[in-house]
């Protein structure tokens, strides 16, 4: 069975990065193969950072790839 969960909001600093990263360490816990993928990260810095949202939700599943947001701005 797959399962695509969507978490979003409308304004930026409201915490959908961490619900969504306690989500998806809850559910690897529980033995579920998990992908968590930020579509796009606006204010990126050229080189990846540890602090993107992309790269957050890539180390609470501990993913392969993607390992930031798919587009990055």
Same mark, same amino acid.
């Given at each position: 069975?797959t399962?695509? +969960?969507v $978490?979003s909001?409308t304004? *930026?600093?409201? /915490?959908? *990065?961490v619900v *969504? @990263? /306690?989500? @998806? &360490?809850a +559910?690897?816990r529980? %033995?579920?193969?998990v992908?968590?993928?930020?579509p $796009?990260?606006? %204010?990126c810095?050229?080189?990846?950072?540890?602090?993107?949202? /992309?790269?957050?939700l @890539?180390?609470a599943t /501990?993913q392969?790839r993607p &390992?930031a947001a +798919?587009v990055r +701005?």
């Amino acid at each position: 069975m797959t399962v695509f +969960l969507v $978490v979003s909001g409308t304004d *930026t600093g409201v /915490g959908k *990065t961490v619900v *969504t @990263a /306690g989500l @998806a &360490r809850a +559910l690897v816990r529980k %033995g579920a193969s998990v992908v968590a993928v930020k579509p $796009v990260e606006s %204010g990126c810095d050229v080189s990846i950072q540890p602090s993107e949202d /992309g790269v957050v939700l @890539a180390n609470a599943t /501990g993913q392969a790839r993607p &390992r930031a947001a +798919l587009v990055r +701005l």
